[in-house]
């Protein structure tokens, strides 16, 4: 797929799909959307210690890169895996890290580390976080392991049908502990729905700027 990035409202970029007119993040603010959808309401959802974490979609590596600040910042160990089709080409993930370089350098030699890290090998990034960068398709993909939170960060259902499906919850719902949460950026009645046809329980609650509500599930 052709990306182009492109800056969105807190001045964090994003990337922008012409073939599928989609954004990988909100408009309103890439940095801020992550932070309010997969850090506030997923990550911090559950203050545990040893965090297992499971991405669907790892796109261009924001949330995994919050998600490391954050485990920093906290000195909690999180162990986070990443499913991602389609691995960005290294030029654009060049031209993302040298914007972080050049606006956000706090998180550049993070962004730095998660990007160039190999894939399908679990890499110690820093002393609190540990990454697994997985190519594959969810849909024919079968982990292994359980996990405590899952960040649903998908295309949207107009534009990936095929991964908002109860099929798709019921495996994902397969993966999780008891307790354990799935946060996502949809408020879509139908992805509500087929969460709750997978056997999860979830609530609407307020959405990042920009946007009314979001969905967090959770396994009883």
Same mark, same amino acid.
């Given at each position: 797929?052709?990306?182009?990035?492109?800056?969105?409202?807190?001045?964090?970029?994003?990337?922008?799909?012409?073939?599928?007119?989609?954004?990988?993040?909100?408009?309103?603010?890439?940095?801020?959307?992550?932070?309010?959808?997969?850090?506030?309401?997923?990550?911090?959802?559950?203050?545990?210690?040893?965090?297992?974490?499971?991405?669907?979609?790892?796109?261009?590596?924001?949330? &995994?890169?919050?998600?490391?600040?954050?485990?920093?910042?906290?000195?909690?160990?999180?162990?986070?895996?990443?499913?991602?089709?389609?691995?960005?080409?290294?030029?654009?993930?060049?031209?993302?890290?040298?914007?972080?370089?050049?606006?956000?350098?706090?998180?550049?030699?993070?962004?730095?580390?998660?990007?160039?890290?190999?894939?399908?090998?679990?890499?110690?990034?820093?002393?609190?976080?540990?990454?697994?960068?997985?190519?594959?398709?969810?849909?024919?993909?079968?982990?292994? *392991?359980?996990?405590?939170?899952?960040?649903?960060?998908?295309?949207?259902?107009?534009?990936?049908?095929?991964?908002?499906?109860?099929?798709?919850?019921?495996?994902?719902?397969?993966?999780?502990?008891?307790? &354990?949460?799935?946060?996502?950026?949809? &408020?879509? *009645?139908?992805?509500?729905?087929?969460?709750?046809?997978?056997?999860?329980?979830?609530?609407?609650?307020?959405?990042?700027?920009?946007?009314?509500?979001?969905?967090?599930?959770?396994?009883?």
């Amino acid at each position: 797929m052709t990306t182009i990035v492109t800056v969105t409202g807190d001045g964090s970029p994003t990337l922008y799909v012409p073939e599928l007119n989609e954004h990988y993040h909100s408009m309103h603010g890439a940095i801020q959307e992550s932070a309010h959808v997969f850090i506030k309401n997923g990550l911090n959802r559950r203050i545990i210690n040893n965090v297992r974490l499971f991405e669907v979609g790892f796109g261009s590596g924001l949330n &995994a890169l919050l998600s490391c600040n954050e485990a920093e910042n906290q000195k909690r160990s999180v162990y986070y895996h990443s499913i991602e089709k389609f691995p960005l080409q290294k030029r654009v993930c060049d031209e993302l890290q040298e914007y972080f370089k050049n606006n956000f350098p706090q998180l550049s030699e993070l962004y730095l580390k998660i990007n160039r890290c190999e894939w399908d090998k679990e890499i110690q990034i820093t002393n609190f976080f540990t990454l697994k960068k997985i190519k594959a398709d969810l849909i024919s993909y079968y982990p292994a *392991g359980i996990y405590d939170i899952i960040f649903f960060d998908a295309f949207g259902p107009q534009v990936q049908p095929a991964m908002w499906t109860t099929e798709v919850f019921s495996k994902i719902a397969g993966m999780m502990d008891s307790s &354990a949460v799935l946060a996502t950026y949809s &408020a879509k *009645g139908q992805v509500r729905r087929n969460l709750i046809s997978a056997g999860l329980l979830t609530e609407r609650i307020a959405g990042p700027p920009g946007k009314r509500e979001m969905l967090v599930a959770t396994k009883p």
